[in-house]
């Protein structure tokens, strides 16, 4: 027990400061009326927070990747920088959707591209196909997040995330679980900073990353290592629930009643992924 | 008629001459070839290496009486790894460690063949592995040649030597197994 946790101490702890200190920022920059600035900032809090915990996960943070997961901090910063373009007024709408599926298509396309087991065409198919999701949630979640401003929005992604490293574990690959490891830690610092800082958002460039983080580790885990396939369209799709909430019956209800619908939710949606890699793959042994 | 019957003397003892000193090419039998490998468990507080296999072995290698003209070549198939335990064969596998799906393959290529006493050579070549390549150079020992019970004449060689999974792009996972990985290399030609 000491282990594993001495381990989430030592993986967890940098990223949720540096996350925390990235959103400190921000802060300071919409106290100073920069908005545009404060979502940039809110965006690379995330992304940078990531990057700190993939480098102590995988003790390489390689600028030119050469193995699938290694793409993910660059994805994120990648996500980032569009959340600056996201943040600029009088955008189209056309104009959002398109570079999160471009976006999309080619972030799933940099992921399987080593991988040796799919034909061109299967790569080609399963770009477009996932790419197309990831851009559809990134808009879900960008919705959502400008919807809702309290921290149930963090804390259900930090389940997610949570939820989503247990089912990589069994999975049979530490390294990606400890990677959405990382991500449930700078979700969790995001928690603590919208507790502290009621109606904070994570608009933008923060949900593009999250998003190609989650489902980044869902593709390493499904195509390099053991996840079933729909165990990872779960987990990726499970923060999406958070949209019932927005349902006008639930408006209705006692304040907090939104809140517990949106956690109890997605995480049942989560333990509906993480029961089919149970299911498929059975609990790991350990000990080996 | 003499002169010409001297030519063909000559032309015949040129060919066998050459046949005798050509380079062996041998073809490595996997069912008496074996890559071993052993790395200290560091999640059970090092009290104990962890052995296993790689049972996918193809190649050739070339025997020259002039080292120079020796080579090595060995494929290594990564998914056929084999410790005995499922589980942590699925693990080793994984982008924690081999990556199978992304480099299937584990390769040796010689560069430099030199003898360095009775039956003793020292190889330098390419060792390619989780996609980065490394020269590395190894020592190693004929164990033996000769013809087997079905005839065919055979060869085999041994090595064994430690690398540094971090020098090859494995860096993570190392409060669960250390850093160096022993391997040992044992391979059987068949000439043919």
């Known amino acids: 027990m000491t282990f594993f946790l001495r381990s989430a101490l030592a993986l967890g702890l940098p990223p949720v400061a540096v996350t925390f200190v990235g959103l400190l920022l921000a802060w300071g920059a919409a106290k100073r009326e920069q908005r545009v600035v404060s979502r940039c900032l809110t965006g690379f809090a995330v992304a940078i927070g990531y990057a700190v915990g993939h480098r102590i996960a995988t003790g390489a943070l390689p600028f030119m990747p050469s193995s699938a997961e290694h793409w993910l901090p660059l994805l994120a910063l990648v996500a980032a920088l569009l959340g600056i373009l996201e943040s600029l007024p009088n955008i189209p709408r056309f104009w959002r959707w398109l570079w999160r599926l471009l976006f999309g298509i080619v972030a799933v396309a940099v992921l399987l591209l080593p991988l040796t087991s799919l034909s061109p065409m299967g790569k080609a198919i399963w770009s477009v196909g996932l790419g197309v999701l990831m851009a559809a949630v990134w808009t879900g979640m960008n919705g959502l997040a400008g919807r809702v401003t309290d921290a149930s929005l963090p804390i259900a992604l930090a389940i997610t995330a949570a939820v989503n490293s247990a089912a990589l574990l069994i999975a049979h690959t530490a390294i990606v679980s400890q990677l959405s490891g990382v991500l449930a830690a700078t979700m969790g610092a995001a928690f603590v900073f919208v507790l502290w800082q009621r109606r904070w958002s994570l608009l933008g460039g923060a949900m593009g990353a999250v998003t190609v983080l989650l489902f980044g580790a869902g593709i390493n885990g499904a195509f390099y290592a053991d996840l079933p396939i729909p165990s990872a369209l779960f987990l990726c799709l499970a923060p999406l629930t958070g949209w019932l909430r927005e349902h006008r019956s639930v408006q209705s209800w006692h304040p907090i009643a939104p809140i517990a619908l949106q956690l109890v939710a997605t995480t049942l949606f989560a333990a509906i992924g993480l029961g089919i890699a149970i299911r498929q793959l059975g609990l790991p042994t350990g000990g080996y | ?192």
């Open chain 2, 1 to 192: 008629m003499r002169r010409q019957t001297l030519w063909s003397l000559l032309a015949s003892l040129w060919v066998l001459a050459s046949l005798g000193f050509a380079a062996d090419t041998y073809e490595v039998d996997p069912a008496h070839s074996f890559v071993l490998f052993r790395c200290r468990n560091v999640a059970q507080a090092g009290a104990v290496f962890i052995h296993g296999r790689f049972t996918d072995i193809k190649g050739n290698f070339v025997v020259d009486k002039d080292p120079a003209k020796c080579s090595v070549n060995i494929t290594i198939n990564a998914d056929s790894l084999d410790t005995g335990v499922p589980d942590r064969d699925n693990h080793l596998k994984s982008p924690d460690f081999l990556n199978v799906k992304q480099f299937p393959t584990i390769t040796f290529t010689s560069r430099k063949v030199q003898a360095i006493g009775k039956d003793r050579y020292r190889i330098t070549g390419d060792l390619t592995l989780h996609g980065v390549t490394r020269t590395i150079t190894v020592t190693v020992t004929k164990v033996g040649e000769g013809k087997n019970f079905k005839g065919a004449y055979v060869m085999g060689f041994q090595t064994t030597f430690t690398i540094r999974r971090s020098d090859f792009g494995m860096k993570g996972l190392m409060n669960i197994a250390d850093d160096r990985v022993e391997l040992t290399i044992a391979i059987m030609g068949i000439r043919k």
